[in-house]
Nanobody, 126 residues
Framework: QVLLVESGGGSVQAGGSLRLSCTAARYMTCMGWFRQTPGKEREGVAGFYQPTRSPYYADSVKGRFSISIDDTKKTIYLQMDSLRPEDTGMYYC??????????????????????WGQGTQVTVSS
């Protein structure tokens, strides 16, 4: 596993914005964000395949969330705009060295990622 350190998150009203950050101890081929609410499985929200700099977004966040990367800082960011109450959850940064984890996937799968951050809470109130 590779150390991932997250920051950001918090509470915001619907329509607001938040930005999450995740810094990896080293370069990782795939980096992404998952979210989880009590009683539900962890859902892949956004991913980034570094070799081609290709992003992935779940349908539920397309057009509202944007993933980007700062190579010098080994940090990925998740800019979340137009937040909705259903975006509430614990957000986890994830990373893996396998291309298959995030390249040309239709859905990000949590079992494809070996390294995980500690999680950061996002709460969106109506």
């Amino acid at each position: 596993q590779v150390l991932l350190v997250e920051s950001g998150g918090g509470s915001v009203q619907a329509g607001g914005s938040l930005r999450l950050s995740c810094t990896a101890a080293r370069y990782m081929t795939c980096m992404g964000w998952f979210r989880q609410t009590p009683g539900k499985e962890r859902e892949g929200v956004a991913g980034f395949y570094q070799p081609t700099r290709s992003p992935y977004y779940a349908d539920s966040v397309k057009g509202r969330f944007s993933i980007s990367i700062d190579d010098t800082k080994k940090t990925i960011y998740l800019q979340m705009d137009s937040l909705r109450p259903e975006d509430t959850g614990m957000y986890y940064c994830a990373a893996d060295d396998r291309s298959s984890s995030c390249r040309l996937v239709s859905v990000l799968q949590s079992h494809d990622f070996a390294s995980w951050g500690q999680g950061t809470q996002v709460t969106v109130s109506s």
